[in-house]
């Protein structure tokens, strides 16, 4: 059991979140995010899966076949794409993404770049984000505005660095600008534009 180390992960990666929701504009967002992970249902788990270079759900997943503490906090945290799955009632028996606010996207983003540095350590560079995100099949499970609003985020995060990124989520995203027409969403890591 890895109480203490476990503790440190998330806290670190809570406030580096919490930094960039601020500097955004999200500070409500910023303030609430990820505390579900100190409670009682998912507290206890991260500490018994603890590994230090990624999440404990993936080691729970492994050991047990499932992550309670994954489901748990899915269920309450709305920058997860995954709370937004719902039926599609076009097609019985699947599920669809539904689109996320932007400012749930703007979050995801800010979750997205302290995991990845958190995990990631000294090998963290800003490619690291966006590289993540299309490694990830999760991908596939978003709504199509939501999976180009995001991978446009860190690719221009990758390419122009924070504080440009920030600066253009602040003024320009989270006030409705589109993404431009002249981005392509990859494939894969380093793959072609769809």
Not at 3 to 15: A, D, E
Not at 48 to 74: A, C, M
Not at 83 to 106: I, K
């Amino acid at each position: 059991m890895h109480i203490w180390g476990h503790f440190k992960t998330i806290t670190k990666h809570r406030h580096k979140v919490m930094r960039l929701c601020f500097r955004i504009g999200l500070y409500r967002q910023g303030l609430m995010h990820d505390l579900a992970k100190y409670s009682p249902t998912e507290f206890p788990k991260g500490c018994i899966y603890f590994q230090g270079d990624r999440s404990p759900n993936n080691k729970e997943r492994e050991v047990t076949g499932i992550s309670l503490s994954w489901l748990h906090h899915k269920g309450r945290s709305k920058h997860h794409f995954e709370y937004w799955l719902d039926y599609d009632e076009t097609r019985p028996g699947c599920m669809r993404g539904m689109r996320m606010p932007r400012r749930y996207v703007a979050e995801m983003f800010c979750d997205r770049l302290a995991a990845c540095q958190t995990y990631e350590k000294d090998k963290y560079t800003q490619e690291s984000p966006v590289n993540f995100f299309y490694r990830g099949m999760g991908r596939y499970f978003m709504h199509p505005e939501t999976r180009k609003e995001i991978g446009y985020l860190l690719t221009y995060y990758a390419e122009h660095g924070e504080d440009e990124t920030v600066r253009y989520i602040k003024h320009e995203y989270l006030k409705g600008a589109p993404v431009p027409d002249s981005y392509a969403e990859r494939d894969a890591v380093n793959g072609k534009p769809r």
